[in-house]
């Protein structure tokens, strides 16, 4: 009898110890469902480059879309300008007037190794990486007035895209690489083309008294944002407008503001823009949804931050702002 007690009571101390455990196990996989909720909540972050004169000149920085500390990535007396990165996220072309005039350069994603790609006594500006990774276009006025041309990046050998005898600039890549659409004034207004980069087959996209700059394909290669200015002289401003890549049809607002917007940029998903916004007589930087809404300020520097340019391959920052000296930001806003 007392064998049995014994047993019994064993069993009873194993079937308790077996349900605290299978309790411990059922509230440690409670607070790691918790967790993965909690994470799978957070904004989703995504590395953003763009050019800012805080520091007392123009230097290309590193942030995210939910508004991590930026960190200088060029750190050179010169003006940096314009960043773009490469498809496979490791590198990012900008354009510099560190040596006296404004050539395309190249640096790894960390800011190392900086090197000098285009040697014309010209400007040659504003970068845009083809989705191969093989070339970059950019905007030139090496015959006297802007055209786009194309840099071969392994040979270097640059070739003239267009010929036009007014001014086409700040090409960027359809998602295919079969094209590129920039802005230009062929017809005395900007307006916004595209252009076959193996046929030069060039297609007029819009057609209003006003400017249409500063063009950008989505990642789906359907659509095209871009920044026009629609109203009367005296109260023109600039306000972001989408519209379809195939033809320009289906042309509609995204904002509607005093004050200018402009240089917009899909989000590797497409699904939000970013764009540079006027306020207080400088630019600032905003993001919204790609259907104009949920507007919201990523940096307020209390200086100029400009011409936002997005990571395309990782949701992973090449640097870690936090492990690096930087000096005092404004207000970083996060959604």
Same mark, same amino acid.
Not at 135 to 148: K, P, Q, W
Not at 203 to 210: G, I, W
Not at 241 to 248: C, F, V
């Given at each position: 009898m007392v064998n049995f007690d014994i047993q019994m009571q064993n069993k009873v101390l194993t079937k308790n110890a077996n349900s605290i455990s299978i309790a411990s196990v059922f509230f440690l996989m409670l607070a790691l469902l918790?967790?993965? %909720?909690?994470?799978?909540?957070?904004?989703? @972050?995504? /590395?953003i480059a763009f050019a800012s004169d805080i520091n007392g000149d123009w230097e290309i920085y590193l942030t995210d879309s939910v508004g991590k500390l930026p960190v200088n990535l060029t750190l050179n007396p010169g003006a940096d300008y314009y960043p773009t990165w490469s498809p496979d996220g490791t590198e990012i072309a900008f354009f510099s007037r560190r040596d006296a005039n404004h050539e395309i350069y190249v640096m790894r994603a960390d800011g190392t190794h900086q090197r000098r790609l285009t040697y014309h006594p010209a400007t040659d500006k504003a970068p845009s990486w083809a989705p191969d990774g093989e !070339? #970059? $276009?950019?905007? @030139? &006025?090496?015959?006297?007035?802007?055209?786009?041309y194309l840099l071969a990046l392994e040979s270097g050998v640059v070739e003239n895209l267009t010929a036009?005898?007014?001014?086409? =600039?700040?090409?960027?890549w359809s998602p295919d690489g079969k094209s590129l659409v920039f802005h230009s004034k062929r017809q005395l207004n900007w307006d916004i083309y595209t252009i076959n980069? &193996?046929?030069?087959? =060039?297609? !007029?996209?819009?057609?209003?008294? #006003?400017?249409d700059t500063y063009p950008e394909w989505s990642p789906d290669g359907k659509r095209i944002v871009y920044s026009s200015m629609r109203q009367n002289v005296d109260q023109a401003d600039f306000d972001l407008? #989408?519209?379809?890549?195939? %033809?320009?049809g289906n042309k509609k607002p995204l904002t509607d503001? /005093?004050? +200018? =917007?402009?240089? /917009? $940029?899909?989000?590797?998903?497409g699904s939000l823009i970013a764009?540079?916004?006027?306020? +207080?007589?400088?630019?600032?930087?905003?993001?919204? &949804? $790609? +259907?104009?809404?949920?507007?919201?300020? #990523?940096?307020? &520097?209390?200086a100029w931050a400009t011409q936002p340019k997005w990571k395309l391959s990782s949701t992973i920052l090449p640097i870690e702002p936090l492990l690096l000296q930087y000096q005092q930001w404004g207000n970083l806003k996060t959604p």
């Open positions: 918790f967790r993965i %909720d909690s994470a799978f909540s957070q904004p989703h @972050s995504v /590395p !070339r #970059l $276009a950019f905007s @030139s &006025n090496r015959t006297g007035h802007f055209n786009i036009n005898v007014f001014e086409d =600039e700040v090409p960027t980069v &193996n046929t030069r087959e =060039e297609q !007029r996209l819009t057609h209003q008294p #006003l400017m407008y #989408l519209m379809d890549a195939a %033809d320009g503001t /005093p004050t +200018d =917007e402009a240089v /917009p $940029a899909w989000s590797p998903d764009f540079q916004y006027e306020e +207080d007589g400088r630019w600032v930087i905003h993001l919204m &949804n $790609a +259907d104009g809404s949920g507007r919201r300020e #990523l940096i307020d &520097n209390g």
